[in-house]
């Protein structure tokens, strides 16, 4: 589509076509290839045009995600690849996960900024090298996509605790996922690191639960970073990290991410 663009001067940019939401064609495209607020590229209302990839749209974080999505003005259109169909929604374009992975092309991977919150755990994936499949290989498959279809800012999920030294497998496979990420160079990288999550998930995790539970009824006695984290305020941070993150690497840990912590 044709979209008229003002620069912070106020005068008129040439048109561009524009296909998801970044500056594909002329001469402002290496300015507003990352950051399009960054060098005042916007429609003439004042919004800045932003397409969000989110991998991971039917989880619990995910799905809190793709709500606050769709209900920021920023975001003009969502990616959102998923293995079981989404509902229709007028902004958003839901490819199959598998066949986006088996293309050959990075066209359907561009997007100015990505959300990644898949993952499970290694009972729900029946053993360490399936879920070893899901946290580290897929994750970071997906994250080497988008980093050469060119999207500039990523944001991931990953886990208090994280550590590639790690003697656990989930805590050390979410470290080792992270350094692998890093060395890939997004121009801006953000990592949340939540402990356990307020909200129910699709699939049944009763020690988690349990856990949530007792760590819900203390709360009030713990400092921040042992309390339930917020599922809200994990998508909120992933969604501003996506939309508008600074470039470089930044950590979010459990603290900042605590019921409350609003």
Wanted: overall charge positive; some cysteine; proline content about 5%.
């Amino acid at each position: 589509m044709q979209v008229g663009l003002t620069g912070q001067n106020g005068k008129d940019i040439p048109e561009f076509a524009v296909a998801t939401g970044s500056c594909t064609l002329g001469l402002q495209s290496l300015a507003c290839k990352f950051w399009p607020a960054k060098f005042g590229l916007q429609s003439r209302d004042g919004m800045v045009m932003t397409t969000l990839l989110i991998v991971g749209a039917t989880g619990l974080v995910g799905g809190r995600a793709m709500t606050l999505a769709l209900a920021d003005s920023r975001v003009t259109r969502i990616i959102a690849p998923t293995r079981r169909a989404l509902p229709p929604e007028e902004r958003v374009s839901n490819p199959r996960l598998d066949d986006l992975i088996a293309g050959a092309g990075g066209e359907e991977w561009r997007a100015d900024g990505a959300i990644c919150a898949l993952g499970t755990t290694r009972a729900a994936a029946g053993s360490a090298g399936a879920f070893r499949a899901v946290d580290y290989e897929l994750v970071l498959l997906i994250a080497r996509r988008l980093r050469d279809a060119g999207v500039g800012r990523f944001a991931l999920v990953s886990s208090l605790g994280a550590d590639p030294r790690s003697l656990f497998l989930y805590t050390r496979t979410k470290g080792e996922v992270e350094e692998a990420i890093g060395a890939l160079a997004f121009p801006s990288l953000t990592i949340l690191r939540p402990g356990f999550l307020d909200g129910e998930r699709a699939e049944s995790r009763p020690v988690q639960r349990a856990v949530r539970n007792v760590l819900g009824f203390i709360s009030p006695l713990l400092p921040p970073v042992a309390r339930v984290s917020s599922v809200t305020n994990v998508a909120r941070q992933l969604i501003e990290a996506a939309v508008a993150g600074e470039p470089g690497r930044h950590v979010i840990g459990a603290g900042q991410l605590a019921e409350g912590g609003d």
